[in-house]
């Protein structure tokens, strides 16, 4: 989904100048280091919108001829070093007018606002006063304010730059209520309730071997039998990855392989060559997978948890997710079995997860 950064002018883009009326090429001084922190901001995939109150502008107080050449200036100047407004919004208003569309009023992001498909969990106002605060509230988006000696634009880039991975996902049916949060970037913070030992210890083993901390509460009809709430765990699961993963950017999208004792489980992904390369997994949007057992289970149950459950545990969670995913596993206690498939698991997540830098891991652009 698209996230939006909607960025004030005056005081957070251009230094305000003593009489706050940027109405001439004189007074255009750009605030410390906006240009490289918008640059990267923009290839951590934020699309940039400029939204800016400017009193009068129009009337004979503030005339467009010395307007438009300042803020041409300034459009100009961060266009010429690969800075793209997607849109400049400008409210023409003095206060006393009562319009509509003077920050921190909404007519003019009304247009977005209407507009259900971006990402406003990963979207930000950002701005240097209180309007550009309540301002964000009243988008339901974040609200970052803009202080060049306390919060200037490095710290601004550098925090969204690394925004943690983090998401909660809640499914609540007839047959199970559960809810799954997610920290992709720190382990160790891990719990389990699902009503089944076995099944916490394998959840425990993809977070262990995933790097990663997950919080699962999961109430299910174990007094029908323990289908629905390991399937719905799955289900869970992997929209609480995807939601935590954003828009994937520096992801490393693919996989792994693990012994264990007496048996070795492997995972790869689709349509590569097993003799040549195998990885664990990969992260394409394009849920598949594919189940390969030398043997069957050795037992039907290991603990509360089926074993006829563990490939359609996986097949759950990478739908969810979008995840491409091939998993194998040799023959042996079937304790061993089960548990090597988590653990692999969780070592492919891992190396999928970890993020090496801004760039989105697809040449087609989008995963």
Known sequence: M??????????TIAAEPYDEQIDSTDKVVFEPFVIPALLKLQQCGFSLVMVSNQDGLGTESFPLNTFTPAHELIVNTLESQGIRFEQVLICPHKPDDNCECRKPKLGLVMPY?????????????????????????NMGIG???????????????????????????????????????VDLDHAGLSHFDTGMGFFDHMLDQI???????????VKGDLWVDEHHAIEDTGIVLGQAILKALGDKRGIGRF??????????????????????VMVALDISGRPHVEFTFDAEFS??????MPAQMVPHFFESLA????????MHVSKGNAHHQVEALFKAFGRALRQALVRHGDELPSSKGSL
């Not at 698209?2 to 005081?11: E, M, V």
């Not at 106002?125 to 550009?132: A, P």
């Not at 880039?157 to 199970?176: F, G, I, M, W």
């Not at 037992?299 to 509360?304: E, F, I, L, S, Y």
Request: net charge negative; glycine share 8%.
């Open 319 to 326: 739908v969810a997710l979008g995840l491409t995913l091939h």
């Open 113 to 137: 606002l209407k507009d259900t498909s971006w990402d406003r969990e990963h979207s930000y106002f950002i701005g240097d006063r209180d309007s550009d605060m309540a301002m964000g509230k």
């Open 299 to 304: 037992r039907d149950k290991v603990g509360q």
């Open 255 to 276: 996989g792994f392989v693990l012994p264990m004792d007496e048996v070795y489980a492997e995972v790869f992904s689709d349509n590569l060559n097993t003799d040549d």
């Open 143 to 181: 609200s970052i304010r803009y202080d060049r000696t306390s919060n200037g634009w490095q710290q601004i880039a550098s925090s969204l730059s690394s925004a943690p991975r983090v998401a909660t996902v809640e499914r609540n049916t007839r047959e199970t209520k559960i809810k799954i949060s």
């Open 207 to 217: 977070a262990t071997h995933g790097g990663i901390s997950i919080d699962a509460k």
């Open 2 to 11: 698209k996230k939006y950064l909607f960025i004030d002018r005056d005081g």
